[in-house]
């Protein structure tokens, strides 16, 4: 091995960590051999930047995917979905108990690893480079940042991304200045399963969160990543603010308990829910994620034009290409609107066309095409103020003429922009695509809409997701342009169900057809006249073809998703919760290694798909499956398995409840035929 390693285990002070991890990198940028010291007090010398890399926490993982270092990292756990580059990576199974002898075939020759995984240190402690990474601050993970560009040569990357995530955070520091303490509400992170409430404890980097989006934060006299409240605690601290990720809803229960459900936050329905990769970890978006917090938390205060700390104008302007004759310019325009950075992709025509938009209706006289992101932050203040009010204020920062400009609204990131080409002999077709699918995604004729115009009291709060602008070096007729509609919608939702999207507000029995807010401007285009555009014709099929790429390509940037994704992730998006219901902690780390072999991965999936058509009623007879789920069992245990006192969880679709149940049963039955391994 060509790299080394010394370490000596004594207690190192964490100040001293930190500090020596804070040196000014121009001091150390390049420097080989590097020696510091990680988090578990070991002092660390690299001689080389390593070449084969196993990340076993995903904050690390994303912070070594987003400084670019793709190609040394090797594996990682099935908990890392993003950035969209985790896609090809080997899975070594799970956080708490990863798959050792995975990771011992990747050969790593650097371990990224956690203090709560004891076996990795046991096993690794001779044969790689253990490194332990867990910050518990902003500023510990900027750190690591910092040192991770150090190891990799990407100094000039880690400095990018620190200074853009500490430019939003002076910007929220900026703006709960004005706000008095005795405004500033008493704010949680809910954590816990079953009737337990927890919370992080008061070292954890989440309380960090809430005092820097101008919160108060709780302060226990406990610390840890996760510690136990108790109902006496939770009544004194009396949070105004709860938040938490995905999986914590199923607390929400439990809180309307008596007792549980005196506090303000439950009082007021002031229950705020996150994405798990902001919420769980502090890696590279801690901006982010702050000023998402802090304009949720202090909505009035922000939304109120006399706190605005910055002015209103464009920031930056990049070109982007586009071939086609008619497009007198295409870039991607930044802004600060409302204190928060706005980005545009607008197409200036060359001369004055006809479009037709999902969101406007028939347009004449438009010289401007545009799709503008305004992020999460924006969200509450941009509803309040409505579409028009929106549009107008939004275009007036951008220079756009309201007149000639037509204008789609997203919520999915313009960084995660798509820019699919097809082409037939002379005829082109471009489609630009924005999409997110994993809050908002539904399927059209099984979800309801709760939306009602007449009853002024109803609003609908979601930005625009899936966003096409769509336009063809060839003159579409009107009817062409309103076929195409049809055509691209179509193409949206094969590419949906190609990657098996599920509805996120029917996700065990249905796939999605879109996301409920979806939109499209085809443009009219110059050229040969086309009359027609639909599935028959070579102008559909591109036109399909283009959305359909498009819209997959955009959701694998935008949410990490890709159609091969592990069987981990498959069985998440159901809301099959599998890791709760087959307690307990061994047999879940067991049938977590087992779903890493292809043979059992398989057959959850073809579950998966058995499941879909017995929910909607294309299979009626479950005997010939049920067999199957007998003999994968068996296989498993090395001898006959009973099946017959196998109860399913009516959290969970029953076919998905009998594949998974008829593995653990193989596993638990595995020891009485003393069967050593899988």
Known sequence: ????????????????????????????????????????????????????????????????????????????????????????????????????DRVAALQPEVIFYSDLQKEVKARFRDKAILIQLAPRSIEESFAHIRLLGRIFNREETADKIIAEEERQLAVIARKIEGIAAEQRPRVMRLMGRGDRVMAPGDDSFQNDYIRAAGGIAPIWGKNGNIITVTLAEWQRFNPQVLYGCGGDKEQLDMLQQPGWNEVEAIKNNRILFFPCDLTCRVATHPGYFVSWLAAEIHKREFGAPANFVLPERVVSRT???????????????????????????????????????????????????????????????????????????????????????????????????????????????????????????????????????????????????????????????AQA????????????????????????????????????????????????????????????????????EGVQRAIRLQNGLVRERSIFKRLEERNSNWGVFFAPAPVRSDLEHLLLQPRYASFVASALAISDAYEQGLITDLTSFTAWCGAEAESIAGGPVDLSDTEAHQEMPLVIGKALAALVSGLKARTQHSVPGD
């Open 1 to 100: 091995m060509n790299v080394s390693i010394q370490r000596t285990m004594h207690g190192v002070h964490p100040f001293i960590i930190l500090l020596f991890l804070l040196l000014p990198r121009m001091a150390l940028a390049g420097a080989y051999p590097i020696s510091f010291t990680d988090d578990g007090g070991q002092a660390i010398l690299l001689r080389k930047p390593p070449e084969q890399v196993v990340s076993l926490v995903p904050s690390v993982t994303e912070m070594l995917l987003r400084l670019g270092v793709r190609d040394a990292v090797q594996g990682i756990t099935h908990h890392s979905v993003l950035p969209p580059e985790t896609a090809n990576k080997a899975i070594v199974g799970g956080f708490l108990r990863p798959d050792l």
């Open 319 to 477: 070109p982007l290409q586009l071939e086609l004759d008619y497009v007198a310019k295409a870039e991607i325009i930044e802004s600060d609107i409302k204190d928060f950075r706005n980005k545009t992709v607008a197409l200036t025509l060359k001369q004055p066309m006809r479009v037709i938009s999902t969101l406007e209706g028939q347009r004449q006289g438009i010289s401007t095409v545009a799709n503008h992101y305004f992020p999460p932050p924006s969200w509450g203040l941009g509803h309040r103020q409505g579409l028009a009010a929106l549009r107008a204020s939004t275009q007036q920062v951008l220079g756009f003429s309201p007149e000639s400009t037509a204008m789609l609204f997203t919520g999915a990131n313009m960084d995660n922009l798509a820019v699919v080409k097809k082409s037939f002999k002379e005829m082109a077709v471009t489609a630009l695509v924005t999409a997110g699918v994993e809050s908002n995604a539904m399927r059209m004729g099984a979800d309801t809409g709760l939306f009602y115009e007449p009853d002024s009291k109803a609003k609908s709060d979601k930005p625009g997701t899936i966003n096409i602008l769509l336009l063809t070096n060839m003159q579409l007729s």
């Open 481 to 548: 342009m309103s076929r195409a509609i049809i055509t691209a919608t179509e193409a949206k939702t094969a590419a949906m169900q190609d990657m098996d999207i599920r509805s996120a507000y029917s996700a065990p029995g249905h796939q999605a057809t879109g996301t409920g807010t979806d939109n499209i401007i085809v443009v009219e285009g110059a050229g040969n006249p086309i009359e027609s555009s639909g599935g028959h014709t070579k102008m559909g099929e591109l036109m399909a073809r283009a959305v359909h």
